[in-house]
């Protein structure tokens, strides 16, 4: 079966470190990834893309990786903030079919001063 | 900034009684997305539109759940009767169209709770 998978545990770090998300897929082939970022009681909010051929995207402080082979990306967050504290999704888009995105549960971050 | 607009934002019912929301899409984005979260969970998909045309909802409980975006602007979602594992947030998404790698824009939900 069809499985995305995120840390179930919540990430603590300090401030100033970087923090390391992983997002691990099984049984699909997706034309790209996305990553979303989501606060307490509101929608997600997209902030980064890559494509399947695509190794490594990057946005300000942000950085994503996209191994195909492994099934994995990982997201960055460089010199993180407690404003970055909270649950980051990843969604996969299938090659086929409509633009349908398939969300992971989400890993929350925790960033303390 | 365009948004995705919900309303309600909140809404407490009893099981077995009917419940709406609504959503006004980014003016312009022709594909519209309902979705279910549950804590602790990432959105599921119910239906999604492409204009006034439902492109896919094998994932809608059509037994209970409705969905309709009469001239592909603003959609409607029903759930009728509510039953007590409907308790949720409802999310409502749009982009500018289908085939096109670009972000989907969520509204800020709707959190529902059947008792």
């Known amino acids: 079966s069809q499985k995305i998978e995120q840390n179930s545990e919540a990430l603590n770090i300090q401030e100033g470190k970087t923090a390391t998300l992983t997002c691990n897929y099984t049984?699909?082939?997706?034309?790209?990834l996305q990553w979303y970022r989501q606060d307490p009681g509101r929608g997600p909010v997209f902030l980064l893309l890559i494509r399947e051929n695509e190794k490594e995207k990057r946005k300000e402080r942000l950085k994503v990786t996209f191994d195909t082979t492994l099934k994995q990306s990982l997201f960055h967050i460089t010199a993180s903030q407690p404003a970055d504290s909270a649950t980051y999704l990843c969604a996969l888009r299938l090659n086929s079919g409509y633009s349908t995105l398939t969300f992971g549960k989400g890993t929350m971050l925790l960033v303390s001063p | 900034e365009a948004e995705v607009a919900q309303s309600p934002r909140y809404k407490i019912t009893e099981k077995s009684q009917a419940v709406a929301f609504w959503c006004d899409p980014i003016?312009?984005?022709?594909?519209l997305y309902w979705y279910r979260q549950i804590l602790g969970q990432g959105p599921e998909l119910l239906v999604q539109f492409q204009d006034e045309s439902v492109v896919d909802d094998s994932q809608l409980p059509k037994d209970r759940f409705s969905a309709e975006r009469l001239k592909g602007v603003d959609s409607t979602l029903k759930i009728q009767p509510a039953e007590l594992g409907d308790s949720a947030m409802y999310l409502c998404?749009?982009?500018?169209?289908?085939?096109?790698?670009?972000?989907?824009?969520f509204g800020p939900g709707t959190r529902l709770t059947v008792l």
């Open positions: 003016s312009g984005h022709a594909t």
């Open positions: 049984n699909y082939s997706p034309a790209y």
């Open positions: 998404a749009s982009r500018t169209r289908e085939g096109l790698d670009n972000e989907q824009f």
